[in-house]
């Protein structure tokens, strides 16, 4: 019998125009949703309950607003929500946020963590190798798929190709699309999960040693080209091999 916990964490939607105001980016109309890596890490969780019994918890850090993603989740399998948050917080840095969870991961009892490779939001990828790391416990990072039988068997790429690797416990593991198909809710599972309670604590988090100071909107894109002739061929290869990079 195992105790899962899989990392979830509430996002912009990765198709919300981003509008940058003031030096800040403005969320106050886009729609939030669970970030999509962390959704084949729930996959990833839900096999290893299937294969080895135990429960799975879905654990996140935020305010109320993000018990939407924990009830989501709940359709998709999960057991159990919990959610950390404490109002004196404002923005928390990775090293922050990792403390928090290690102490919640830590006090839950889990002997392996599932997350994304990476939130949506930020793209860092740090919150595998933090976590495990102060936990000291072994870390895998982008695989791509899971296996459990005689252990856990992953598969995450290498250069050149990808590799089988065994994983001892306990673990924090954070996975990549790859051949991980993500479950879609029956009627049963929404049903359950509007019911679900989430259960919510509260930690002491290290002050944030990092701010962002700045936010700006990325350059915008140069008009294209047009070539209609010919005798542009050879300029049309230039580019795409000089600037383009694709040949």
Known sequence: ?????????RVPDTNARIVVDGGKVDLSMVKWVMSPYDEFAIEA?????????????????????????LKDAKAIGVDE???????????????????????????????????????????????CPGVAERLGWASISNITDVSFEGGIKVTCPVEGGSAKVSVPL??????????????????????MAK???????????????????????????PEGKKYNSADSAGEVARLLRDEANVI
Not at 172 to 184: E, Q
Not at 198 to 221: F, G, I, R
């Open 45 to 69: 969780a839900l096999r290893h309950r299937e294969a080895t019994g135990g429960k799975v918890t879905a654990l996140t850090l935020g305010s109320a607003d993000s018990d939407k993603i």
């Open 195 to 221: 019911r679900a309670q989430v259960e919510t604590l509260s930690e002491t988090a290290p002050a944030a040693t990092v701010s962002v100071v700045n936010q700006s909107p990325p350059p915008q894109k």
């Open 170 to 191: 306990p673990a924090v593991i954070s996975c990549d699309k790859g051949a991980f198909k993500v479950r879609k809710p029956n009627v049963k599972g929404i049903m």
């Open 1 to 9: 019998m195992s105790e899962i916990v899989v990392l979830v964490k």
């Open 81 to 127: 929500l919990v959610r950390v948050w404490d109002d004196s917080w404002s923005e928390l840095d990775s090293n922050s946020l990792q403390s928090v969870l290690c102490n919640v991961i830590s006090g839950l009892g889990a002997q392996v963590v599932y997350c994304g490779k990476a939130a949506a939001d930020t793209g860092a990828g740090s919150t």
